[in-house]
């Protein structure tokens, strides 16, 4: 069973504050990762993917991999309380995504 | 832009009702999936299809089939809904291979079966 493994939170932070969400994986031929955001009853959307070592900005969100410590991580910086949301991790093995059960965010005002 | 569309936002059915599910897809993607969603459970694979007449078993495919006659059109079917069935259903679609292509969501459907 390929795992996805995520910090269910919830997690609460100030706006204008970095968040910073956290998920391992298990199957080590994993290839692509992404981050998905779910607002409440809605679907998820994509925000974030991440194919190789290192990071990747796009606006206030970076997406960080380690492959070698099987990590993928997403910083938000500058909090919004608009970003609060629950945030899916997946993994890409083959044709299939793993999911992990999501990080419950909200950002105070 | 990718769009995936599902044929209800909100259904309620009877227990024993045969119930259909439509996903459709306007990106030429060969991949389409069948997920539902619980609090606490997460996302859970029912059914994938990379071909138009192929179908995989996901997770938990008990109680469902499903039908992809068509490559924009992936069916879920409830043969006999049962209260344990209540759920939100989300379809999904992507590119085939294992490169990086994304996985996009349809709106869902939350599901209630009495």
């Known amino acids: 069973q390929k795992e996805v493994e995520q910090n269910s939170g919830p997690l609460s932070v100030p706006e204008g504050a970095i968040a910073s969400l956290n998920c391992t994986y298990s199957?080590?031929?994993?290839?692509?990762f992404f981050w998905y955001r779910q607002y409440s009853g809605k679907s998820p959307e994509l925000i974030m993917s991440?194919?190789?070592?290192g990071d990747k900005e796009d606006g206030r969100f970076t997406a960080q991999l380690n492959k070698a410590s099987q990590y993928v991580s997403l910083l938000i910086r500058d909090s919004q309380p608009s970003d609060s949301a629950t945030y899916l991790c997946?993994?890409?093995?083959?044709?299939?995504?793993?999911f992990g059960t999501g990080t419950s965010l909200t950002v105070i005002p | 832009d990718v769009k995936v569309t599902q044929s209800s936002r909100y259904l309620v059915k009877r227990t024993g009702e045969k119930v259909f599910l439509e996903c459709v897809q306007d990106?030429?993607?060969?991949?389409m999936f069948w997920y539902r969603q619980d609090p606490g459970l997460g996302l859970r694979l029912i059914y994938f299809?990379?071909?138009?007449?192929?179908?995989e078993k996901g997770d938990i495919p008990e109680g469902y089939s499903v039908s992809r006659e068509k490559k924009e059109r992936f069916s879920l079917i409830l043969e006999s809904a049962s209260t344990n069935q209540t759920s939100m259903y989300l379809c999904?679609?992507?590119?085939?291979?294992?490169?990086?292509?994304?996985?996009?969501f349809g709106p869902g459907t939350r599901l209630t079966v009495l």
């Open positions: 199957d080590r031929g994993s290839q692509s």
């Open positions: 299809s990379y071909d138009v007449k192929m179908k």
């Open positions: 990106m030429d993607h060969e991949n």
């Open positions: 997946a993994v890409k093995s083959g044709n299939q995504f793993y």
């Open positions: 991440i194919y190789s070592n």
């Open positions: 999904a679609s992507s590119l085939v291979g294992a490169g990086y292509n994304e996985q996009f």
